[in-house]
């Protein structure tokens, strides 16, 4: 079946812009992860959807980042008043559960890669 | 808090030969698990190997095994018999299987097979 997807894959934009990235994940899959991935902080977790609701925001870096989830689905990552900082390859995960259990595996999308100028 | 190290930052093979990549962590958690991904230069997180805290055997898929030492807190990668497609990053991670469901990943080793 098919697999996560991200779009757009590349994303320029110029500093103060907001933006936003989608994320389709795998059909069933009811948990939902946003990691960031950058050259100076690595894999860096987000943001946790478990169906619509976010039990664990604690990743977010700061206010100018939000997420949502709709219909149990597509979830979308907007940032607002971009930063040269924020430029870094956002990746998107989904899994069947997300409860905890052992075989909880999560699959990754292909990233969208943000550049802010 | 949940910490994974990998301490190779690159790693060189020669094709058919097996390589180990190394990984240790550190947690309080009772029940977690082991993950380890690699990454093409595609960029895509490919998920390769899962091991529990608490299976006994060593985890194995195809040419992927797990080298889990619990009372070392290591959980290394062996790739036998290496192709030239394996060239790529390799991230270790780990989650609680109680709590929170985000994985904590390691800094990553580059894996270059060469013919």
């Known amino acids: 079946g098919a697999g996560v997807s991200q779009s757009p894959s590349n994303k320029v934009t110029e500093k103060g812009k907001d933006v936003e990235l989608r994320c389709d994940p795998i059909?069933?899959?009811?948990?939902l992860y946003w990691y960031r991935q950058s050259l100076g902080q690595g894999l860096e977790f987000l943001i946790y959807?478990?169906?619509?609701?976010?039990?664990?925001k604690s990743g977010l870096p700061s206010d100018r980042f939000s997420a949502e989830r709709t219909g149990g689905s597509v979830s979308t990552l907007t940032i607002q008043r971009t930063q040269q900082e924020d430029s870094a390859v956002y990746l998107c995960?989904?899994?069947?559960?997300?409860?905890?259990?052992?075989?909880?595996?999560?699959?990754f999308g292909p990233g969208t890669r943000l550049t802010v100028l | 808090a949940q910490k994974i190290t990998q301490t190779q930052p690159g790693m060189f093979v020669q094709e058919k030969e097996a390589v180990t990549l190394d990984c240790t962590y550190d947690t309080s958690d009772q029940s977690y698990g082991l993950f380890w991904y690699k990454q093409p230069s595609s960029g895509e997180m490919i998920f390769l190997i899962y091991?529990?805290?608490?299976?006994?055997q060593n985890a194995t898929e195809g040419r992927y095994s797990l080298n889990f030492q619990k009372a070392r807190k290591s959980a290394n990668l062996v790739i036998s018999a290496s192709q030239l497609g394996d060239s790529a990053m390799y991230f270790c991670a780990m989650r609680d299987l109680t709590g929170f469901q985000k994985l904590v990943f390691g800094t990553g080793t580059r894996l270059l097979v060469s013919p």
């Open positions: 091991q529990g805290s608490y299976d006994e």
């Open positions: 995960a989904s899994s069947e559960d997300g409860q905890g259990s052992s075989t909880d595996t999560q699959y």
């Open positions: 959807f478990q169906g619509n609701s976010a039990p664990d």
């Open positions: 059909s069933g899959h009811t948990a």
